[in-house]
C-alpha cells in the first residue's frame, strides 16, 4: 500500500449536505461556479459535474469538465467556494 503524498494528506471530510449539492448538480448536469486551490493556485471557474470519485485513501473528487473542455479532478475540501451557475 502506497503512502499519501503532500498533495492528498491531510484530507478533511465535507459534509453530507454538500455531498449532496454535488450529486444534484452532476444529475442535473448543473454547471457550477467554483473557486479550489490546487498546490497554491486558486481556481475560480465554471464547471459542469461529471462524476465523484474516491481514492483508496478516502479522498473525494469531483470530476467535472470547464467551458474549454478540459477535465479535472478536484479535491472537495479544496473547494472554497460553490454556487449554481
Known sequence: ????????AGYVP????????????????Q??????TDRNV??????LPLDLK????HEEY????TKDDTTHEIRLDHVRRISTA
Do not use: F, G, K, Q
Open 54 to 57: 474516491t481514492t483508496a485513501h
Open 42 to 47: 486558486v481556481h475560480d471557474e465554471m464547471v
Open 62 to 65: 469531483l470530476v467535472c469538465r
Open 31 to 36: 454547471w457550477l461556479h467554483l473557486v479550489w
Open 14 to 29: 465535507i459534509s453530507c449536505d454538500l455531498h449532496s449539492e454535488y450529486e444534484l448538480a452532476i444529475l442535473r448536469r
Open 1 to 8: 500500500m502506497t503512502e499519501p503524498n503532500d498533495a492528498t
